[in-house]
């Protein structure tokens, strides 16, 4: 079974201009989360979709938004790039959400805003 | 969900077992404890994960203490690809539900030759 995807896996943006970065889950996956990494702050949580709908949301301001499609796939979108939005963007799928069942990672997307 | 504590950093020689504590002092009955490890700018990997007892697939062991306050995950014996850093996460379930992972520092595991 193919495992979490990410696309792009690099992305080198300048400050003002925005990003949107894609995730495939695992097949009959349903919930997709996202979380930041960064090496002052460690691994945060960003959001969490299960069927389309946005269940959980993580402290992180309003350029921070996502969604999810009907095939579960998702997207996160980042308007207005800042310095400090370069990160490792990393999305993980499970069946059912993080605290109900196992979360699988996919490999991430480094962001460089310059 | 309860928080967790482990060493900021280990050593372990290759081919030895590594025995990476972890703290969860306030853990509750109905949450899990789950281990993933991180490689250099890759995405987290999940290892194992228990509730009440111990816990052995193709990667590692997870042995957890009866009062569920701490527990160890052992790798059999180490290889240089095991050097990673390593997340115990307590998960909740059910009421306590919080609808995301929490991830605190690690442990950074290094296997020298």
């Known amino acids: 079974k193919a495992g979490v995807t990410q696309t792009p896996r690099y992305l080198i943006k300048t400050r003002g201009q925005q990003v949107t970065l894609s995730c495939s889950p695992i097949?009959?996956?349903?919930?997709v989360s996202w979380y930041q990494q960064t090496p002052g702050q460690g691994l945060q949580f960003l959001f969490e979709y299960f069927s389309e709908t946005q269940r959980n949301k993580g402290n992180f301001p309003g350029r921070f938004s996502g969604r999810q499609f009907s095939n579960s796939r998702s997207e996160m979108n980042v308007s207005t790039l800042e310095l400090g939005d370069s990160a490792l963007y990393l999305c993980?799928?499970?069946?059912?959400?993080?605290?109900?069942?196992?979360?699988?990672f996919g490999p991430g997307t480094r962001l460089t805003v310059l | 969900d309860a928080k967790t504590t482990q060493p900021p950093s280990m050593d372990c020689a290759e081919g030895r077992a590594a025995n990476l504590p972890c703290n969860h002092s306030t853990i509750s009955g109905n949450e899990y404890v789950y281990w993933y490890r991180q490689i250099h700018s890759q995405g987290p990997q999940y290892i194992i994960h228990g509730l009440k007892n111990n816990e052995t697939n193709e990667m590692a062991s997870l042995i957890i203490t009866e009062d569920r306050k701490s527990s160890t995950l052992i790798l059999p014996h180490a290889t240089l690809r095991d050097t990673a850093v390593y997340y115990c996460i307590v998960r909740g379930s059910g009421s306590s539900n919080t609808g995301k992972l929490i991830f605190g520092q690690g442990t950074t595991l290094q296997v020298k030759p």
């Open positions: 993980a799928s499970g069946h059912t959400g993080p605290s109900t069942d196992t979360q699988y």
């Open positions: 097949s009959g996956h349903r919930s």
